[in-house]
């Protein structure tokens, strides 16, 4: 707790804000998310185009399905597929810049080599294809491993400029005459100067992740069985919900994800200027 308060103390207004929203999205996708309630997707489970009340607090939509609950859903998957991007993203980014950066030679080149092909991949066409093959139908995790095959290249390309300036440092040459292998130095020594990096870097993919999903799903390529963020905002457009005045079922996802966005760049600009802050005690 004297660590928090220390650091919440520490913190500039735009860590602190973009935190508290950050929080609040997350106690909303995986706390909320599992309070006993119907199944959101299914159609027909309430009447339709029900106003606001105390009992559908954000009404229903044509299809007679509850807009909170649907919501509440479709924050939950968008968070899923965010940070499983994130995670397999800058996890994969993060070993093979440092273990491109740290080896050289041959293995270098080659992994460079993969890495600028996937840097120079147009990512939009790819996904197209891939989600046209799914057929509309896939799950959130095949969603999110499709977006994490673009998600790992620049983490890598940015990663292994730091492991070439650490790796001329001399407690690496020590740990070469003890006779630690590459993937072990990599690990134990290189890895620990770039966990700050990689955390800033996992917010930011979080973020890029949910936006290319939500950007898909809105031009209509994400699965039609996935509830989304993007996907939500999609169904509401398709079914005529602003000339039905139905604006609280279009209105709740453009509000959630404008918020969480704003909540996400908060958190990842303030936490940049805490760490500049706290390099420059």
Same mark, same amino acid.
Do not use: C
């Given at each position: 707790?004297?660590?928090?308060?220390?650091?919440?103390?520490?913190?500039?207004?735009?860590?602190?804000?973009? /935190?508290?929203?950050? /929080?609040?999205?997350?106690?909303?996708?995986?706390?909320?998310?599992?309070?006993?309630?119907?199944?959101?997707?299914?159609?027909?489970?309430?009447?339709?185009?029900?106003?606001?009340?105390?009992?559908?607090? %954000?009404?229903?939509?044509?299809?007679?399905?509850?807009?909170?609950?649907?919501?509440?859903?479709?924050?939950?998957?968008?968070?899923?597929?965010?940070?499983?991007?994130?995670?397999? +993203?800058?996890?994969?980014?993060?070993?093979? =810049?440092?273990?491109?950066?740290?080896?050289? +030679?041959?293995?270098?080149?080659?992994?460079?080599?993969?890495?600028?092909?996937?840097?120079?991949?147009?990512? %939009?066409?790819?996904?197209?294809?891939?989600?046209?093959?799914?057929?509309?139908?896939?799950?959130?995790?095949?969603?999110?491993?499709?977006?994490?095959?673009?998600?790992?290249?620049?983490?890598?390309?940015?990663?292994?400029?730091?492991?070439?300036?650490?790796?001329?440092?001399?407690?690496?040459?020590?740990?070469?005459?003890?006779?630690?292998?590459?993937?072990?130095?990599?690990?134990?020594?290189?890895?620990?100067?770039?966990?700050?990096?990689?955390?800033?870097?996992?917010?930011?993919?979080?973020?890029?992740?949910?936006?290319?999903?939500?950007?898909?799903?809105? /031009? +209509?390529?994400?699965? =039609?069985?996935?509830?989304? %963020?993007?996907?939500?905002?999609?169904?509401?457009?398709?079914?005529?919900?602003?000339?039905?005045?139905?604006?609280?079922?279009? =209105?709740?996802?453009?509000?959630?994800?404008?918020?969480?966005?704003?909540?996400?760049?908060?958190?990842?600009? +303030?936490?940049?200027?805490?760490?500049?802050?706290?390099?420059?005690?």
């Amino acid at each position: 707790m004297k660590k928090f308060a220390k650091f919440w103390k520490a913190a500039n207004f735009r860590l602190k804000f973009g /935190l508290i929203v950050t /929080l609040i999205f997350f106690i909303i996708g995986f706390v909320v998310y599992y309070v006993p309630h119907v199944n959101p997707f299914t159609f027909n489970t309430y009447p339709n185009k029900l106003g606001a009340s105390a009992e559908h607090w %954000l009404g229903t939509t044509s299809m007679g399905q509850d807009v909170v609950w649907l919501l509440i859903e479709a924050i939950h998957n968008s968070l899923v597929i965010g940070l499983i991007v994130a995670f397999l +993203g800058t996890v994969v980014g993060v070993f093979v =810049g440092l273990l491109s950066g740290f080896a050289g +030679g041959l293995l270098d080149r080659v992994l460079m080599i993969v890495t600028d092909t996937f840097v120079v991949i147009p990512s %939009l066409p790819i996904l197209i294809m891939m989600t046209s093959l799914m057929k509309g139908s896939s799950t959130t995790i095949v969603m999110a491993l499709v977006l994490a095959m673009f998600a790992w290249a620049w983490p890598s390309r940015q990663i292994r400029s730091m492991a070439l300036s650490i790796k001329e440092r001399d407690f690496i040459h020590t740990a070469k005459f003890s006779g630690e292998s590459t993937v072990q130095i990599v690990v134990t020594e290189i890895l620990p100067y770039a966990l700050t990096w990689s955390l800033s870097n996992f917010m930011n993919a979080t973020l890029s992740a949910i936006g290319s999903e939500s950007s898909l799903a809105v /031009l +209509g390529l994400s699965p =039609g069985n996935l509830v989304s %963020l993007g996907n939500m905002i999609q169904w509401a457009r398709s079914y005529n919900a602003i000339f039905n005045k139905q604006y609280l079922w279009i =209105g709740a996802p453009i509000v959630a994800t404008v918020i969480l966005f704003v909540g996400l760049f908060l958190l990842i600009t +303030g936490y940049n200027d805490y760490l500049s802050m706290k390099r420059g005690r």
